[in-house]
């Protein structure tokens, strides 16, 4: 008997190394509840459904509101111009000095009129509760959820408090000059320092003892369906200041305002808004929030914190999406896949499993040339099999299906990221490569022949007449496998390390099952992987 059959032989008789007998192998690695799927799957999609008579209703009433209320509010627009001109007269764009002489005094007046007429006449009809505090109470004002461009009349009802936006933004003629009124915090893209730049800013303003207006800050950063509070940001809450958090509902029964990554554009809403008799928009000004010396040295803390208060306040749940979630959506639509699929839960993904959005979008080009043959974006069994050139089998079946979190029989993205991380790469250290590579060089001459190779995963999947050819050609680039090759093949394909482990788990189960007299302790022979080892093996295929 040759080394290959009997490495054959002695696989044939662990438990459950037979096909059928996947019930009997060791279990694998628990589920971990932080990784659970989010309550809301896609908060960044809106489907506003419109039913025929709805459909002429707008239609009619859009004849006559339509154009009026565009009059309107670009005549509102033109009578606050003047105001903001003054107001800016003089200043630099970038203020380094907070505007508090008679311009202020007299012109925020006039442009809080202004805008609280130019939202009525788009047909907003606003309900304020609570009382809004004071710039000595709450210097920062943070606003969720944020749901559409009609947002700004949070900003609007708060007194025009101080904005976070982009230098581009200052530069549109009317409406820069607009914004540059409010004096805002002017973000650049291009600057590299502009992050550090804007929270030295905001700190400087929010802790000057109110010479400077308050800073209205929407902390998450991008719009969703508010059906949840995504992550906020710490922007608002890293000067360790006390905040007033303020909600915005729209209780309508037709939506026409959420301006979301899939879903109606900045034109359709204008035009479905303005067509709407009224449109009922609720400003709730929340108790000031306090920052606890723990939550002053940790703004994630104080983040959260106000962030949970709000989304009870809401009845809404919380996620871990964030704005990098978008920009995985763009990325899975440029792949051929559903918007959709490149949703993970960011914030909760790269902080648990340490990585970070290159990362990431690296495991979404791997994923998405699984997946791009299956209908809807999500990995089947039989992408997964074809995938790894494997046959589909009981041990494959069990990777599968710890991949496979929710159990519906496949495999979403966020599933994949996370058992890349959690089963894979934990396993694909350097220390079991050498010994998987030890596995399959059963004659221990430091390379592995295509009957070696077929020997072992034979033995290790239950399938007697598994060919493997094809992987093998993948691997090798002569007639064997080096060490080198079956390194470098291991690190860039991951989920092979769990079928090697899962086969040295089932021998060491199939030793620890004999009878105590027989028992020995699994160890692999030395060979030519480990140079210190290199003198003492010789080879015998020359003898074969």
């Given amino acids: 008997m040759n080394w290959c059959a009997e490495a054959a032989a002695v696989a044939a008789t662990v438990p459950g190394a037979g096909v059928g007998d996947g019930g009997l192998r060791p279990p694998m690695v628990p589920r971990q509840a932080s990784f659970f799927p989010p309550p809301v799957p896609n908060p960044f999609v809106q489907q506003t459904r419109i039913g025929a008579a709805k459909r002429v209703q707008i239609f009619l009433l859009g004849i006559i509101l339509l154009p009026l209320r565009a009059l309107l509010v670009g005549l509102m627009l033109l009578l606050a111009w003047p105001f903001a001109a003054v107001s800016t007269a003089c200043c630099p764009e970038k203020l380094t000095h907070p505007v508090n002489d008679w311009r202020r005094k007299i012109t925020q007046p006039a442009l809080t009129f202004l805008g609280r007429a130019m939202f009525f006449s788009m047909g907003f009809l606003v309900t304020v509760k609570g009382k809004i505090a004071s710039p000595l109470e709450a210097p920062i004002f943070v606003v969720a959820p944020h749901s559409t461009f009609f947002d700004g009349i949070a900003c609007v009802v708060a007194g025009l408090p101080s904005l976070l936006s982009r230098n581009e933004n200052a530069q549109v003629p009317l409406i820069g000059r607009l914004l540059r009124a409010v004096q805002p915090v002017l973000v650049s893209r291009v600057d590299p320092d502009s992050r550090k730049n804007t929270i030295n800013e905001i700190i400087k303003r929010a802790t000057s003892g109110g010479e400077w207006p308050q800073i209205l800050v929407f902390p998450e950063g991008t719009c969703t369906n508010r059906s949840c509070l995504i992550t906020f940001k710490p922007g608002a809450f890293i000067p360790g200041v006390p905040v007033q958090p303020i909600l915005l509902r729209y209780p309508n029964k037709l939506d026409t305002v959420t301006w979301t990554w899939q879903g109606y554009t900045f034109i359709q809403l204008c035009v479905l808004t303005f067509c709407q008799p009224f449109t009922k928009v609720e400003v709730e000004f929340m108790p000031v929030q306090v920052p606890s010396d723990e939550e002053i040295k940790d703004p994630i803390l104080f983040a959260s914190r106000v962030r949970n208060l709000m989304a009870e306040a809401l009845g809404i749940p919380v996620t871990d999406h964030t704005y990098e979630d978008c920009r995985l959506m763009i990325s899975a639509g440029q792949l051929t896949l559903p918007m959709e699929a490149g949703l993970v839960e960011f914030t909760k993904i790269s902080r648990k499993l340490k990585l970070d959005w290159d990362g990431i979008r690296k495991h979404l080009d791997e994923y998405a040339s699984i997946a791009s043959s299956s209908k809807g974006g999500r990995i089947g069994i039989e992408e997964f099999a074809e995938y790894l050139k494997l046959p589909i089998s009981d041990v494959l079946r069990q990777l599968f299906a710890l991949f496979d979190r929710n159990n519906d029989g496949s495999i979403d993205f966020r599933e994949y990221v996370i058992g890349l991380a959690v089963l894979c790469n934990p396993a694909n250290t350097e220390e079991i490569i050498q010994v998987a590579f030890k596995l399959f060089d059963v004659d221990k001459d430091g390379c592995i022949t295509e009957e070696e190779f077929s020997t072992i995963l034979q033995a290790s999947l239950g399938v007697p007449d598994l ?64 140079p210190e080892n290199h003198e003492e093996n010789t080879s015998d295929k020359k003898d074969d």
């Fill in 467 to 530: 060919d493997v050819s094809g992987l093998f050609k993948e691997i090798a680039q002569g007639d064997s496998i080096s060490y080198e090759e079956f390194k470098n093949f291991a690190l860039r394909h991951p989920e092979y390390a769990k079928i090697f482990t899962t086969y040295l788990d089932l021998q060491t189960c199939h030793v620890f099952s004999m009878p105590k007299e027989v028992q020995t302790t699994p160890s692999i022979a030395s060979n030519k992987v480990s």
